[in-house]
């Protein structure tokens, strides 16, 4: 492949090539393409290492966010401070893993 046909393949990171550059194939970095720019042994599925990884800590703080708030609609004043603040500390970590969730496979360009 000719240098040419391999800088358009490739996202510029800082406007010039570096080895952090993303394929517009395979989303993989420069640096993990072999010597002439093949794209490395393609997975049979469309999702990424790290996209799968992110389903993790969003399914879990869907429930999480969801659990605390329906215990807290369902139960409402009728509990004692300390399952207040445990519904709510669920909540708040559901919170929290569904933005690490979201943030987790980085941005596409």
Same mark, same amino acid.
Request: aromatic share 6%; net charge positive.
């Given at each position: &492949?000719?240098?040419?046909?391999?800088?358009?393949?490739?996202?510029?990171?800082?406007?010039?090539?570096?080895?952090?550059? $993303?394929?517009? $194939?395979?989303?993989?970095?420069?640096?993990?393409?072999?010597? @002439?720019? /093949?794209?490395?042994?393609?997975?049979? @599925?469309?999702?990424?290492?790290?996209?799968?990884?992110?389903? !993790?800590?969003? /399914?879990?703080?869907? !429930?999480?966010?969801? /659990?605390?708030?329906?215990? $807290?609609?369902?139960?409402?004043?009728? !509990?004692?401070?300390?399952? +207040?603040?445990? &519904?709510? @500390?669920?909540?708040?970590?559901? +919170?929290?893993?569904?933005?690490?969730? !979201? &943030?987790?496979?980085?941005?596409?360009?």
């Amino acid at each position: &492949m000719s240098s040419i046909s391999a800088a358009r393949r490739f996202q510029t990171w800082v406007g010039q090539p570096s080895n952090l550059d $993303r394929c517009q $194939r395979c989303h993989r970095p420069r640096s993990a393409h072999g010597p @002439d720019w /093949t794209c490395p042994a393609a997975t049979s @599925d469309q999702w990424s290492p790290p996209d799968r990884l992110a389903v !993790v800590p969003l /399914t879990a703080g869907i !429930v999480l966010t969801l /659990t605390g708030l329906i215990l $807290r609609l369902v139960f409402g004043s009728s !509990v004692s401070p300390g399952e +207040a603040a445990f &519904m709510a @500390d669920g909540f708040l970590l559901g +919170a929290v893993l569904i933005v690490a969730g !979201v &943030m987790l496979p980085g941005r596409r360009r």
